[in-house]
């Protein structure tokens, strides 16, 4: 079992960076792929970012490429997700997500390969 609390979100003024951090408990960090994703009011649930077991790989969603960046540091057993640029658009809860299989490199955006999710926190950015 693994158990995924996220902190960090808030209210942010267009062109605001806030910092997400995911800390994650009950299994060894290391072994499992992690990822972001977010979730608009009326809007379907969508990927935002993924990095590989060793940290070594990276994906992200194409709207927030050169804005974003995911990080882990699994001494502390965490995931980041640095937002910069803000946009209002990018208003949405946001929840991370660990994946148990793949090999050391791999991610994926598909929110069906993980396998265990946080509760979320809450990002608004104002106009």
């Known amino acids: 079992q693994v158990q995924l609390v996220e902190s960090g979100g808030g209210l942010v003024q267009a062109g605001g960076s806030l910092r997400l951090s995911c800390a994650a408990s009950?299994?060894?960090?290391?072994?499992?792929?992690m990822g972001w994703f977010r979730q608009a009011p009326g809007k379907e649930r969508e990927f935002v970012a993924a990095?590989?077991?060793?940290?070594?790989?990276?994906y992200y969603k194409d709207s927030v490429k050169g804005r974003f960046t995911i990080s882990r540091d699994n001494a502390k057993n965490t995931v980041y997700l640095q937002m910069n640029s803000l946009k209002p658009e990018d208003t949405a809860v946001y929840c991370c997500a660990a994946r148990l299989f793949g090999n050391a490199e791999s991610v994926t955006s598909r929110a069906s390969d993980y396998n265990y999710w946080g509760q979320g926190t809450q990002v608004t950015v104002s106009p």
């Open positions: 009950g299994r060894t960090f290391g072994t499992y792929g």
């Open positions: 990095i590989s077991r060793s940290g070594g790989s990276t």
